[in-house]
């Protein structure tokens, strides 16, 4: 059986699913799905055409679900979707998406410290850190297991790459390659990411080809073009480094240099 306080008010045609604790005077909207074992601190709005899985825990004052800022939005149905396992701590907003149809994202076994704010139409991974403050305008990608730094924020349509941290403060206006170290006003690259290619198991073997990888492309001066052809030609071919080439291949904003 479901716990749900008293003071809460959960609308007619909420889904509600077994174990769940929704405690003091938290707000379920009526089109919210909340998946087995999920908890809800208190004083908590989930709103809109909301799905969230199992295991997820919510702290106070948290809004999930909420109609975009987007000023162009007129109307539709929108959607957010939530995995496993997640933990959004205090004041989080995660907006839903801005157009009919479409829906703002967040994967599985991400920690959403106090005050960040995921916009509309945002996809998310998994084993996502999003530290304190931290902001994501409307449609950025953010791969599995990168980190990003308190009071950090990141321009729309920008790309977090999976394994990078960007540092606290920072200024994203371009996409953040996977597996790198991203820092400042604006943000660069400024290395590789080592511990959190440790933390992650990425074997010996990677990690070097990674680090010969980014002194190609970040500290010879080359153009991204010849600095991919040197790569592919005098690196050691592995999933990280074909991953690492696709993902600057592929960029529509720039890569933070």
Same mark, same amino acid.
Request: aromatic share 4%.
């Given at each position: ?41 208190? /004083? *908590? #709005? ?5 799905? @969230?899985?199992?295991?997820? &825990?919510?702290?106070?004052? +948290?809004? =999930? !679900? ?60 998994? /084993? *996502? #850190? ?5 902001? @994501?305008?409307?449609?950025? &990608?953010?791969?599995?297991? +990168?980190? =990003? !730094? ?74 991204? &073009? ?32």
């Amino acid at each position: 059986m479901s716990q749900i306080h008293s003071t809460a008010v959960v609308e007619e045609g909420a889904r509600i699913a077994e174990g769940c604790h929704i405690g003091p005077y938290c707000i379920i909207g009526p089109n919210v799905t909340l998946g087995q074992g999920c908890t809800l601190h208190s /004083h *908590i #709005v989930i709103a809109g055409h909301t799905e @969230l899985g199992e295991a997820n &825990t919510i702290y106070p004052f +948290a809004s =999930i !679900g909420l109609q975009s800022q987007d000023l162009k939005h007129s109307g539709g149905t929108t959607h957010t979707r939530i995995g496993n396992h997640n933990t959004f701590r205090e004041y989080v907003t995660v907006h839903s998406a801005t157009n009919d149809g479409d829906a703002t994202v967040i994967g599985s076994h991400n920690n959403l410290l106090a005050y960040t704010h995921v916009a509309h139409d945002c996809q998310l991974g998994d /084993h *996502i #850190v999003m530290s304190n403050v931290a902001t @994501l305008a409307g449609h950025v &990608t953010v791969e599995d297991r +990168a980190i =990003i !730094g308190g009071i950090a924020a990141v321009h729309q349509f920008c790309r977090i790459g999976t394994m990078s941290i960007i540092g606290g403060c920072s200024k994203v206006v371009q996409d953040i390659p996977p597996y790198m170290l991203a820092d400042g006003n604006p943000t660069i690259t400024r290395a590789l990411n080592k511990e959190g290619l440790k933390r992650n198991d990425v074997s010996e073997g990677s990690q070097a080809a990674l680090k010969q990888a980014h002194r190609i492309l970040f500290r010879e001066n080359l153009t991204f &073009t010849k600095g991919i052809d040197k790569t592919r030609a005098e690196v050691p071919a592995s999933e990280e480094i074909k991953h690492l080439l696709t993902f600057i291949e592929s960029s529509q904003r720039g890569i933070a240099r």
